[in-house]
């Protein structure tokens, strides 16, 4: 059982908007803001997506945003596109050399 | 632009020990900090630890401490992740990732490796 709590499936239609949530404890999500999310394709090498909540780097689309309520942390994709298909983690620092992670939502475009 | 070249695929019986490396370029790879991440099939992500390649500093997760060994050479910006005896549920993918950190606090994982796929299967 993974750390973070994420469903394990979301879906969305083209042009749809997606939130995935990632729901922690005191100790990590919702007590510090070093909440990261990643896309990961099959086969490929998984892609930092967004950091620090809402920190996008440079070369993601802004059709990705990030935020955090409580020990609640959410990713949103907006304007869904088929080559958004693919599962996401979350992480979150969780105290001193520690870092927990989710357990994963694979995101289907229908 | 920075890369992590992995190892390739491994196939080894329990007992066995076993080194994968993981190679940078781009970047300086000996002032930023490589973390090993576990993936087993069908399962989500597990931080194994995290090195700093430039005097090799390590620190283990707790739930990897012992069972592995984490080292590094910078002389050849490469990383390693080591067995010293393999167990069936080491089956797993294992990738390489660049790692930011920040006074003792891992901030964020910015670039993967390719992953390297360790069977272990008698």
């Known amino acids: 059982q993974s750390a973070l709590t994420q469903p394990p499936s979301a879906s969305g239609s083209p042009g749809q908007s997606v939130t995935i949530s990632c729901t922690g404890t005191s100790s990590d999500v919702g007590g510090i803001d070093y909440v990261s999310w990643y896309q990961h394709h099959p086969g490929k090498a998984p892609k930092l997506m967004i950091y620090?909540?809402?920190k996008r780097p440079s070369g993601v689309p802004d059709r990705f945003s990030g935020s955090k309520s409580g020990n609640t942390a959410s990713l949103t994709v907006s304007g869904l596109q088929a080559e958004d298909e693919a599962d996401y983690y979350c992480?979150?620092?969780?105290?001193?050399?520690?870092?927990?992670f989710g357990g994963g939502t694979k995101l289907t475009v229908l | 632009e920075v890369q992590l070249v992995q190892s390739g695929a491994e196939v080894k019986k329990p007992g066995e020990s076993l080194k994968i490396s993981c190679q940078g370029s781009g970047d300086s790879f000996t002032s930023h900090w490589i973390a090993w991440v576990r993936q087993m099939t069908g399962k989500g992500l597990e931080w194994m630890g995290i090195i700093y390649p430039g005097d090799s500093d390590t620190r283990y997760s707790p739930s990897f401490q012992g069972q592995v060994t984490i080292s590094a050479d910078k002389s050849i910006n490469t990383a390693y992740l080591q067995w010293s005896s393999l167990k069936a549920s080491d089956t797993a993918m294992y990738y390489c990732?660049?790692?930011?950190?920040?006074?003792?606090?891992?901030?964020?994982?910015?670039?993967w490796g390719q992953g390297t796929l360790v069977t272990v299967s008698s």
């Open positions: 992480s979150s620092s969780a105290g001193s050399n520690n870092v927990v």
């Open positions: 990732v660049r790692t930011s950190m920040f006074r003792g606090l891992i901030v964020r994982f910015d670039y």
């Open positions: 620090e909540v809402s």
